[in-house]
């Protein structure tokens, strides 16, 4: 296929480009490529397609962060100490000279106050550090409602939902390491999270901190997997999750043109690579203007660490507050056998249910292809509405996470409110349960809502505005169909249950297997596209229609007397003969 | 092209794309192309790469500003403030994200108004690969595990395997050395107070202030007075004196006292209290409780004057001081242990006893009996010896 570039910017070139006598860049080019073959890959990639919509650009918001974050984390490496060492500060801020601290708190306030610039990548890495979890976690939601998790993208699902948790854990043990007041607490958290671990807890919690809380090792321990080994697992996955999206080819939205078979988009070069690097600049500049502009997380306002002191409002890290959400609204419960504690009310919510979320979140693709029974390749998107109950399912868990995450600031609404912490929490127990099905029901019914709209704009077209009387008095609007475009990718969607993937035979018995029966459910009250039937019946109407108000057309009765078109004076009046 | 894209089983043998998300409708086709203002109009052209080239040398301002900021404004808690922030922290935000930003945006804006704008096509590929490079590959993994004569030869096979898994072993041992466990530092009490039941609370230990070290009489507290108080130990001291170097608290296991014996008293109407045990443990209504909240372990320190209720300001357990310390609300599943207390010669208030059960959050090894048992078990071996610190059933 030839592109038509006679009349793109003539900055671009107009002339196609040919062999002519070897330059410079091109004699480089030769050398690299008798070296390393490059030329086979670059025939393959420089001009890969990629589709274009706002919303793949979420998963880039997190990939650019986290340069954002090796840039600015080697910066700071250059000046903290991550050592439990106790001295007495003599640095330049006033109000704590002559208080003992840790070397780690020190050099974090000396990076803060004596480095010129050290405050701003302090901040320019937590605010990166609070956008690369954002920006996963949008991206992780964006994927999913538009179904793009299904085959063959299913590992990179699991690599995406690695990224999160592992993005996570980076961003507690960050935070932990400069040893103020507040990180200080969340580490004794930590320890009573570790203590609540059946069995091996205590020896977990020991061997962790080298001996009891909070001991000398903690900091230098956290730091060596904030900064080598973390990282090196997230680059690592990175790639992986890259090295995948490139192979599988971007998925696209469908439309005109647009099919299971092709990608339609801008090449690699030069379009994608500008717009990437464009980006990656503006998501730095943007980091640098709220590490300038907004303050976050000032040390030097908590004080070194304390084991007994504590600040009223103690909140972790926003990424963080569901779990600690779930922490306050559990009921106090602990077992006692035989000499033993079990801490149900710290294991449950800290240690075992993040994970059991967190490993229905990574199975999520499998257990939609499980019920379905679809093992197609996809590669078109689907509008959320076109998969009612997986878009009400991550509404669901959407809203879990919603009111965990409230609880994790109960105390904050209680104050704001002038509200009794106590009713918060009560409301906020049957809330964890309740809302998720509320929002599961009202989604599933808007989704099926959103599809029967679809259907009535293919079928009766889409509506006007304009109101006509006809000559027995009865008042309609007047519809006119969608254009071909638009009804095209209305109908590009699978019809019912049976064309996605096959369902189980009954059981001996005659009864319906368990999928079966979940399978049904999935798909209970889809409304689907229109038969070629329903399509041609409504369009003979709306032809049948046409000629009715035929004898409108032109005419002044257009509906156009209540707007602003009205093109000439004079013309027939509304009523009256002619 | 359309005939070709459709139609990709004949470039790959049978492995096709299968999703047949079918239309309705007949696929009309790419859109057709619309030229923008700046491939036709060449003065629009002029513009937008004036544009560009603009938000270029606006970035190269803000480099050059940020280098001169970095040289020219005072930072730390003596610089100047500009309009309410610290000056060098902003001039360096600002122009150090302008930089950037004018970059992005000029580079993003060159991509949109002057490159090609064309939509390519680019036929897909199944992910799987093609039946005969499956069949080669099985077929080479094949002969491969028969070079090996990994299945013929089960004896090497299960006993490297067995060998290999054995490694596992090595790599959990080498981490015992990580730190000491509870048993070791109960048994060898390297320091004061040392392992999870233990503080560095012991019979006839002065309660001081918190910071500032200071001993408490009984009258210095009005009813409702709520006192934040460490063992006198933490500031190297007893009975006023100070401590010999063996005894003297620093560093790690001076933190590890601190994290277990913080202590709050409170002062309340002795006939406000609840339990018999609270009562036998007070002094003229002062009681004297654990501050490490016995949930996760945050210092609680948030009294309800009225009420006697202690709140932990982490996850909001609230405890009832009056009532042997109790849990009335939250996440808490165990009361929190209380200090018995009594006065020495001097007049000071001291403790009678190390904490009578751990103090702290749960651990699997605890063991749990309720207040009356603790207090019974540690009248059993204590009662007698605090009686020289005026101990007797029913408070002071």
């Not at chain 1, 904030?226 to 080819?249: N, R, T």
């Not at chain 2, 020219?72 to 600002?94: C, H, I, R, Y």
């Not at chain 2, 060998?163 to 390297?190: C, F, M, R, W, Y």
């Amino acid at each position: 296929m030839s592109v038509d570039t006679s009349k793109v910017a003539s900055s671009n070139g107009t002339t196609a480009a040919s062999t002519s006598a070897p330059t410079k860049a091109g004699a480089a080019a030769a050398w690299a490529d008798e070296r390393l073959g490059l030329a086979a890959v670059g025939k393959k990639n420089l001009r890969k397609i990629f589709p274009d919509h706002w919303s793949f650009m979420l998963g880039e918001i997190a990939l650019w962060s986290f340069v954002v974050l090796l840039i600015s984390g080697v910066f700071l490496t250059l000046w903290f100490k991550p050592s439990m060492g106790e001295l007495t500060y003599q640095g330049s801020y006033p109000p704590l000279r002559g208080i003992q601290m840790s070397e780690a708190y020190a050099s974090a306030l000396h990076i803060s106050f004596d480095v010129r610039g050290g405050l701003l990548m302090r901040q320019v890495h937590h605010w990166a550090a609070m956008l690369f979890i954002a920006g996963m976690m949008v991206h992780l939601l964006r994927v999913f409602f538009t179904g793009a998790h299904r085959k063959p993208r299913e590992l990179n699902w699991v690599i995406g939902s690695l990224l999160l948790i592992l993005g996570t854990i980076e961003g507690f043990t960050g935070y932990s390491l400069p040893d103020d007041l507040l990180s200080g607490t969340g580490i004794r958290s930590m320890n009573g999270f570790v203590q609540s671990i059946p069995i091996v807890g205590t020896y977990v919690d020991f061997l962790l901190f080298g001996g009891e809380f909070p001991g000398d090792s903690i900091i230098p321990r956290l730091y060596t997997v904030h900064v080598l080994l973390i990282p090196g697992i997230l680059l690592a996955l990175i790639a992986a999750h890259m090295l995948l999206l490139v192979y599988h080819k971007h998925t696209q939205w469908p439309g005109p043109g647009r099919e299971e078979t092709n990608v339609v988009g801008y090449p690699m070069l030069p379009n994608y690579i500008s717009k990437m690097t464009g980006f990656f600049f503006t998501v730095f500049g943007v980091t640098a203007l709220m590490g300038g502009l907004l303050s976050l997380n000032p040390v030097w306002k908590f004080g070194p660490y304390d084991p007994t002191k504590v600040t009223a409002g103690s909140q972790p890290d926003w990424y963080m507050g569901w779990p600690d959400g779930a922490l306050r609204l559990m009921p106090g419960w602990e077992s006692h056998f035989w000499g033993s504690t079990w801490s149900w009310n710290i294991f449950l919510p800290v240690i075992v249910m993040p994970g059991v979320l967190f490993t229905i979140v990574l199975l999520l693709p499998f257990i939609e292809s499980w019920i379905t029974g679809d093992k197609r390749e996809h590669h078109l998107l689907q509008r959320p509405r076109n998969a009612p109950t997986r878009t009400a399912t991550m509404v669901a868990l959407m809203t879990l996470y919603a009111m965990f995450w409230m609880a994790g600031g109960n105390d904050l609404i209680a104050i704001k409110l002038h509200a009794s912490i106590n009713q918060i929490s009560y409301a906020l127990r049957a809330l964890v349960f309740v809302a998720p099905v509320i929002a599961f029901i009202i989604t599933r019914r808007w989704c099926i809502a959103l599809q029967r709209h679809d259907n009535e704009t293919l079928l009766h077209g889409y509506e006007t505005g304009i109101i006509l009387r006809s000559p027995e008095g009865s008042y309609a609007e007047k519809h006119l169909p969608l254009p071909e475009e638009s009804a095209f990718t209305l109908t590009v969607r699978d019809r019912g249950a049976d064309e996605v993937g096959p369902d189980d035979e009954p059981k001996p018995g005659g009864k319906k297997t368990l999928r079966s029966r979940i399978r049904t459910l999935y798909y209970e009250d889809d409304a689907q596209k229109p038969t070629l039937e329903e399509l041609e019946e409504a369009h003979e109407h709306a032809e049948h229609e046409a000629h009715a108000l035929a004898a409108l057309e032109g005419h002044q009765a257009d509906g156009h007397q209540f707007d602003d078109h009205y093109h000439e004076a004079g013309e027939e009046p509304l009523r009256g003969g002619h | 092209m359309s005939s070709d894209l459709t139609s990709p089983e004949a470039a790959h043998d049978g492995h096709e794309l299968n999703a047949h998300t079918d239309a309705l409708l007949p696929n009309p086709g790419l859109e057709e192309h619309h030229w923008r203002p700046t491939d036709v109009d060449p003065k629009a052209e002029k513009r937008a790469e004036r544009q560009v080239a603009t938000f270029f040398a606006l970035s190269a301002i803000c480099t050059v500003l940020f280098v001169l900021s970095y040289i020219l404004v005072k930072g730390g808690p003596d610089g100047p403030v500009w309009l309410g922030w610290g000056a060098s922290n902003l001039a360096l935000g600002v122009t150090l994200g302008g930089a950037l930003l004018f970059i992005g945006i000029g580079v993003i804006q060159w991509a949109r108004k002057l490159m090609t704008d064309v939509e390519l096509v680019e036929v897909r590929h199944p992910a799987a690969s093609s039946e005969s490079d499956r069949a080669a590959t099985v077929a080479a993994l094949k002969s491969a595990l028969e070079e090996s004569g990994i299945g013929r030869r089960p004896l090497l096979r299960n006993s490297l395997i067995g060998s290999i898994a054995l490694l596992g072993v090595p790599a959990i041992v080498v981490l015992k050395d990580l730190g000491p466990t509870n048993h070791d530092v109960e048994q060898t009490q390297p320091y004061a107070g040392a392992g999870l039941e233990h503080t560095v609370w012991s019979r006839g230990m002065r309660v001081v202030r918190d910071v500032v070290g200071t001993p408490i009489r009984p009258s210095d507290l009005e009813i409702g007075d709520l006192v934040n108080a460490e063992p006198e130990l933490i500031f190297g001291k007893r009975d006023g004196e100070e401590v010999d170097e063996d005894e003297l608290l620093e560093g790690a296991p001076l933190q590890v006292a601190k994290s277990k014996a913080a202590t709050v008293l409170l002062r309340m109407d002795p006939d406000d209290i609840v339990s018999d045990v609270t009562r036998n443990w007070s002094v003229e209504g002062i009681v004297a409780y654990s501050k490490i909240c016995t949930h996760v372990g945050c210092p609680i320190s948030l009294n309800e004057r009225t009420t006697h209720h202690l709140l932990c300001p982490c996850h909001q357990s609230t405890f009832d001081l009056a009532d042997a310390g109790k849990v009335i609300f939250g996440p808490a599943g165990r009361h929190l242990p209380q200090l018995p207390l009594g006065v020495d010669e001097d007049g000071f208030l001291v403790a009678l006893s190390d904490y009578p059960e751990p103090v702290g959050p749960s651990y699997w090894e605890r063991n749990t009996y309720s207040v009356e048992d603790v207090f019974k078990g540690w009248a059993k071996s204590n009662a007698q010896a605090a009686e020289e610190y005026g101990y007797k059933e029913g408070g002071q």
